[in-house]
């Protein structure tokens, strides 16, 4: 199948040049060269469409003019096969990523998990990773101050996993555990930090945070890393109260903030998102529920161009797609640099509509960011040459894609890995009632393009 696909791409690129060919005074008006978009699958490929015969609860007519008509209707399908690769009966995933050996890692938000940062070692089971201590912490409450967390080297909440291009595992550690289903507790520098790990298990990376760049209400949500010159590594920052992106320096563990309350990292406070087609009104917020409903996370999904030169983000709760270049957010705003936040606050690029809420962001060594569509079941893909998004996959199986990885296997595929953990229909957003079903699920699709290695 993708064979045929690629054929369809060299033809159509064939028939691209020509209808450009310098000189060409005959063009006609269809020959709009940048339409249909590179490397964009022939229609009859993306659209969920069909015509079938009426169901059986549609085909009440018994007149046979009606009775067996075709109709045309929605599949709800389209693009590459989604392949299950993993099913979570324990704890409730959101992070994925997968070395090019083919080792997954996976991260469990911390309520009552005996482990937040876990390794896949069969279909259905996850080990502790690196190993079940570092996962322990002395404690989580602060008996000092309560409501507060404890500073720790070992794991609190692991929010995030990825695989840098030298194959080695960072977790983000939000430093705010749930425990025991209260509200989130506020975190104690030292609580939250970036972490570096070979695939060995020994730690090469311990980064923690001035209270002054991750304070105690700050929620960090995901990460990408650079390696590039000194290295860096950027994470939103998705707390309402915090909307904002921290920025690392790798080699001196220096870190900073910049587009603290930019409107691209706030929240749409009127969102109303559709999941299956049902609109989710956030139930009143009595406590302890809807502590945290859809419209008040900020920026939550990144990723980094292949070339490292732009900054990808969105807000979980906006349908609004953005960037930056990079370089504004390397410059750390100080004395020496006094406009840094005023020049990065202005080059910050809408790049527009996105038609669904997003939650990850994802690039590959083709330029295309994909981007996951909960409100669609589906993941598209942003074209930075076209400026359009285009459809990638849609499957009624796709149940709020959560994270997404992208990875080279030595064995052979270009892979998207995702996870799917039914978010919306945790108790939080359900007025205290569980909806989600076991197994949560992993699953990958096939891509023209490899992993981004940004080395
Ligand atoms: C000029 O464009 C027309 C229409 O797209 C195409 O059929 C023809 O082959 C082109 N001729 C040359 C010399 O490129
Ligand atoms: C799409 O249309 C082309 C050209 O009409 C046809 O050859 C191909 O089989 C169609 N593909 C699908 C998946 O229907
Ligand atoms: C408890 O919280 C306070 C305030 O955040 C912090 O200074 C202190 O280090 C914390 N204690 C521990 C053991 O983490
Ligand atoms: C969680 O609840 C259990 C059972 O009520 C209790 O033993 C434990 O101390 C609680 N943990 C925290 C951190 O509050
Ligand atoms: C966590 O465990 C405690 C004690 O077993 C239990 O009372 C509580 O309901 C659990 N919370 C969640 C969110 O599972
Ligand atoms: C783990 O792997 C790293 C990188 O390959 C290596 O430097 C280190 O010695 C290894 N540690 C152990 C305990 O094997
Ligand atoms: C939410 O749950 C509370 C407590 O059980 C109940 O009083 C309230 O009516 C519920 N609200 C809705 C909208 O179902």
Redesign the pocket.
């Known amino acids: 199948m993708m064979r045929s696909v690629l054929a369809l791409y060299s033809l159509l690129a064939a028939m691209a040049a ?2 450009t ?1 310098p000189g ?1 005074s ?3 008006v269809f ?1 709009f060269p940048e339409y249909p978009p590179p490397m964009t699958p022939p229609p009859n490929q993306t659209l969920a469409d069909s015509v079938e015969p009426l169901p059986a609860d549609v085909a009440f007519s018994e007149d046979p003019a009606l009775k067996n008509l075709k109709i045309h209707f929605d599949t709800g399908k389209f693009g590459p096969p989604v392949e299950l690769v993993h099913a979570y009966f324990d704890f409730w995933p959101t992070g994925v990523a997968v070395a090019s050996n083919g080792r997954i890692f996976t991260s469990f938000p911390r309520g009552n998990e005996t482990f937040t940062l876990a390794e896949a070692n069969t279909a259905t089971t996850e080990v502790p990773f690196p190993d079940q201590d570092t996962n322990t912490p002395e404690a989580f409450i602060n008996t000092t101050n309560p409501g507060f967390s404890i500073a720790t080297e070992k794991f609190l909440l692991i929010q995030a996993v990825v695989v840098d291009g030298l194959d080695r595992i960072w977790a983000l550690d939000v430093g705010r555990p749930r425990v025991n289903g209260t509200t989130l507790m506020a975190a104690s520098p030292g609580g939250p930090k970036l972490l570096g790990f070979h695939q060995n298990g020994t730690r090469f990376a311990s980064i923690t945070f001035p209270a002054s760049v991750v304070p105690a209400d700050s929620s960090l949500n995901d990460l990408r890393i650079d390696l590039r010159g000194d290295g860096f590594a950027y994470l939103p920052d998705s707390s309402p109260q915090r909307p904002g992106v921290v920025v690392v320096n790798l080699r001196t563990g220096v870190s900073w903030r910049h587009l603290d309350n930019h409107p691209s990292v706030t929240v749409q406070v009127d969102l109303i998102s559709f999941h299956n087609g049902v609109p989710n009104y956030i139930h009143p917020p009595i406590s302890p529920f809807a502590v945290t409903p859809f419209n008040r996370f900020a920026a939550d999904g990144v990723a980094l161009s292949s070339d490292g030169e732009f900054f990808y983000f969105a807000p979980l709760s906006a349908r609004r797609l953005f960037r930056i270049p990079t370089s504004f957010l390397k410059i750390q705003p100080s004395a020496v640099n006094p406009n840094a936040i005023i020049l990065a606050n202005q080059a910050v690029q809408d790049l527009g509509d996105t038609g669904s809420h997003l939650n990850g962001l994802e690039s590959d060594d083709q330029g295309f960011i994909y981007l996951t569509a909960p409100e669609h079941n589906a993941i598209n893909r942003f074209n930075p040459k076209t400026g359009m998004i285009e459809p990638f996959v849609r499957n009624p199986f796709i149940q709020w894609p959560d994270t997404l990885a992208v990875a080279s296997l030595k064995s052979g595929g270009n892979f998207l890995y995702f996870t799917c953990n039914q978010l919306w229909l945790s108790p939080d957003y359900q007025n205290g009632t569980d909806l989600r079903t076991k197994p949560y699920a992993m699953f990958r699709v096939p891509i023209e393009g490899g992993k981004a290695n940004q080395l």
């Open positions: 020509a209808a060919a060409n005959s063009l006609s020959d």
